[in-house]
């Protein structure tokens, strides 16, 4: 019982403190004060701690998600001090390798985590035409988004550019995975996997816009922190869930009455 109590106490403190932090990075976003990169990279690493109080299964794909997601998110504040040399390096060459390999571990550890609900093998025989369309779609907005990154400039080396497709693929294939999971069972549990996916990849592509299209712009770095903090709700959300069938979507208050 007062294990129990002193739980739930930490669960409320660090949902407060989460709270405060999604304040502070909006609000910093909105005056453009480079410290929202600061609030902002110890959002995810306290979020993957209350999931880990909250929840029984502890070492879930869900949980190395998080994990992962984490530590590429926590390097956000060496976005302010890329100009440091580190060796022959300055600090944004090994941010740019581990975070974007550290997303891409995370976002494989998610996909695991949507294919064990179902047979992939069943689905697409189930599902060909939608596949296909699915297929052709992710190849043209994985061109689109690379071709864009790479007018940029920053990729110097082909290995750069391989990285940066492979990040490409890897989120479209999560997309997919999830929209082919809700297709398969239309659940809560889906329905917030596949809303929290969305997110990710809207705020991937504002992202892309951010870095490579139109730097410094307040109203896309606002709305990707905010794309960022509604994927990882609905994934919280959808962690506390199990997959039964349902015609309504209780979680979100906006889709209660679809169908």
Known sequence: MLRTTALNMKSKLLTGVLILLIIATIFFAIIEDPNN?????????????????????????????????????????????????????NLSYYNFYIGNLSSIAAY??????????????????????????????????????????????VFLTNFDKLIEVLYNVVVMF???????GYINRDSKKAMNLLLGCLCVVFSEILQVATFYVSKDNMLLEVSYVLLLIFAFTFFYVQSNMSYSRQSDYESVPFLKNIE
């Open 37 to 89: 990169k600061i609030t902002r990279s110890f959002i995810l690493p306290l979020f993957t701690l209350l999931y880990f109080i909250k929840n029984k299964s502890k070492f879930s794909y869900f949980f190395f998600f998080l994990f992962f997601y984490s530590i590429a998110e926590s390097l956000t504040w060496m976005e302010n001090y890329n100009y440091i040399e580190i060796g022959s390096q």
């Open 174 to 180: 999560l997309l997919t995975v999830s929209l082919m």
């Open 108 to 153: 494989v550890f998610l996909i695991l985590e949507i294919l064990k609900s179902y047979d992939l093998k069943v689905v697409i025989d189930k599902f060909p035409v939608h596949i296909m369309i699915l297929f052709v779609l992710d190849v043209y907005t994985i061109y689109l988004v690379s071709e864009t990154a790479f007018k940029g400039g």
